[in-house]
């Protein structure tokens, strides 16, 4: 069984002003087995970020199963822990007051939330800025934040949407760098959704090319480089050759039908 | 905006940046208060009709200390009506923010509020609050209720129309987040909504604080034989307007003050917030 199922997912979004509906998934069937590191690579507007929205609980498909663990999604829930865009931590919280929240829903005691906190506080290296409130750290510092709460609920599946898209190019390299060491410590599944080709080719170990709206499934690539993965080496090159050649192939053929 | 190369003069400079920003507040008001005392003394105006900031001060003095019984009736009684005042702006403005703050969030947060409550208060609101002044007479007599009926029409519609602001606008991927983390509805509110939802509550309270003074000087001048605002009536048939002004000075005086505090407790409270001006926020 793998950690995620999607069986036959199509979602249209219908635009009540315009009186017309947008077809924006469509069949979508995808397996993305435990301890892989998904990455859903595609245009802006492919339908990437609602394939993981539908994961993550945060809107229902129009029709089709998705199944994570084995189990229906219907509504977000702490099994999948999201990581959003933007970093969307509580401004009025600190930072391992963010990294605990969960544990502050489920009643835990402050003692036992901070000291389970502090963990994963360390080990996306805030070590020191855990008392800032968001306000006062940098957008990598924050994104940092996001991850960290998302591991301390041990989901089963982690959810990142594009997470790094916001960050300059330098602290980008850095977070992908940790994220690698963080997943091949914590052996979790992750789905991460980029629209660039070097990031998916740097993270995943499964790369899954979706073709512009409506979004399919171009084609779901392994990808086993070792890591850390030389982006100047000519494996990488190769398979950027490959990834790209299927996009433009893509482009190409809508260019035709239009 | 400074840059950094402005930032970091040398020390004797900063002193008097230092000296001159404990003066640049004072600067208006002196010349105004000294402009205004030259043309009292020039005897353009009878003195009756402009008295001269000092006679103002004169006659604060005695309504507050009662030294020379220069405003008969009230010398020395200023804080018994100021308390008068005082105590119905803040029995208005407490029923106010519980009411306002409960109906906003409700309305705010629930669908069903929103449908049944929300058209009946948006036509109440543009009612002006003054014009409720015959009712509350009727009503409640002439004494401390109208005046707190009036205190909390003021007060109740800012602090409502904020409150429901702030609930609605929270930021959705907040409520996101939160449903991701497992929060039950009740903690969504309590934990999500309530918490993003203050910097606009405190908003509200602050529009309302102001309203509420207004309010309250208005019901005494009319409904209410005690507090500021009665004193500023009948100094007026008296046509003594040293005590007039005098206090129009106490009622900004403790309005200020009022603001002061509530902006106290929004610091304490919203203390993860950036709260200073635009240009501020450089030095």
Same mark, same amino acid.
């Given at each position: 069984m793998a950690a995620i199922e999607l069986r036959n997912i199509v979602k249209v979004f219908s635009d009540k002003r315009r009186g017309r509906d947008l077809l924006t998934l469509d069949n979508i069937n995808l397996d993305i087995e435990a301890n892989d590191f998904a990455c859903l690579l595609g245009p802006s507007g492919c339908g990437k970020s609602t394939l993981l929205n539908i994961i993550a609980?945060?809107?229902?498909?129009? #029709?089709?199963r998705t199944l994570v663990d084995g189990k229906q999604v219907e509504r977000p829930g702490s099994d999948r822990g999201v990581?959003?865009?933007? =970093?969307?931590? @509580? =401004?009025?919280? /600190?930072?391992i007051d963010n990294v605990a929240f969960h544990l502050k829903l489920k009643g835990v005691a402050k003692a036992e939330r901070y000291d389970r906190a502090m963990e994963f506080i360390d080990l996306v290296g805030l070590r020191g800025f855990e008392h800032h409130h968001p306000s006062e750290l940098s957008g990598g510092m924050n994104q940092r934040v996001g991850i960290a709460r998302a591991l301390l609920m041990n989901p089963s599946v982690i959810l990142m949407d594009e997470p790094f898209a916001a960050l300059d190019a330098q602290t980008k390299l850095e977070m992908q760098e940790e994220l690698v060491a963080i997943w091949q410590k914590r052996r979790c599944t992750i789905v991460f959704v980029t629209h660039s080709v070097d990031e998916a080719l740097v993270l995943g170990n499964k790369i899954v090319v979706m073709t512009k709206r409506p979004g399919r499934i171009r084609? $779901?690539?392994?990808?086993?480089?070792?890591?850390p993965r030389d982006i100047t080496s000519p494996e990488f090159n190769d398979a950027k050759r490959r990834i790209l050649s299927l996009i433009r192939e893509e482009s190409t053929r809508l260019a035709q039908a239009s | 905006m400074t840059s950094v190369t402005d930032a970091a003069p040398a020390k004797p400079a900063f002193r008097l940046t230092r000296l001159f920003q404990g003066l640049e507040r004072v600067v208006v008001p002196a010349l105004l208060i000294a402009g205004w005392e030259a043309f009292a003394r020039s005897g353009v105006l009878p003195p009756a009709l402009l008295p001269a900031p000092s006679a103002v001060l004169h006659a604060l003095g005695d309504w507050v200390f009662g030294f020379d019984e220069t405003?008969? /009736?009230y010398s020395g009684h200023w804080l018994r009506d100021a308390l008068a005042s005082a105590l119905r702006v803040f029995g208005g403005f407490a029923l106010a923010s519980?009411?306002?703050?409960?109906?906003?969030?409700?309305?705010?947060? #629930?669908?069903?509020?929103?449908?049944?409550?929300? =058209?009946?208060?948006?036509?109440?609101?543009?009612?002006?609050?003054v014009s409720w002044i015959p009712l509350a007479i009727i009503w409640f007599g002439i004494a401390d209720k109208p005046a707190i009926f009036l205190v909390f029409l003021g007060a109740f519609f800012p602090v409502l129309m904020n409150s429901i602001h702030g609930v609605k606008t929270v930021d959705h991927n907040l409520v996101r987040a939160g449903a991701m983390m497992g929060a039950s509805q009740r903690q969504m509110l309590t934990d999500i909504v309530l918490? $993003?939802?203050l910097p606009s509550i405190f908003a509200g309270l602050r529009i309302a604080v102001g309203s509420a003074w207004m309010l309250t000087v208005t019901a005494e001048m009319v409904a209410v034989k005690s507090g500021l605002g009665y004193v500023l009536w009948d100094s007026y %048939?008296?046509?003594? %307007?040293?005590?007039?002004?005098?206090? @129009?000075? #106490?009622?900004?005086?403790?309005? %200020?003050l009022s603001d002061l505090g509530l902006k106290a407790i929004m610091a304490r409270t919203l203390r993860w917030q950036t709260t200073t001006t635009v240009q501020g926020r450089a030095g």
């Open positions: 609980g945060f809107e229902q498909a129009t #029709s089709g990581v959003f865009q933007q =970093p969307t931590l @509580m =401004p009025w919280l /600190t930072a084609e $779901a690539v392994n990808f086993d480089l070792p890591r | 405003t008969q /009736t519980l009411l306002g703050i409960l109906a906003g969030v409700a309305i705010g947060w #629930s669908r069903l509020f929103e449908k049944t409550l929300e =058209p009946t208060l948006q036509m109440l609101r543009p009612i002006p609050p918490p $993003a939802a %048939y008296f046509l003594r %307007y040293d005590i007039v002004l005098a206090a @129009m000075i #106490s009622i900004g005086l403790l309005g %200020y």
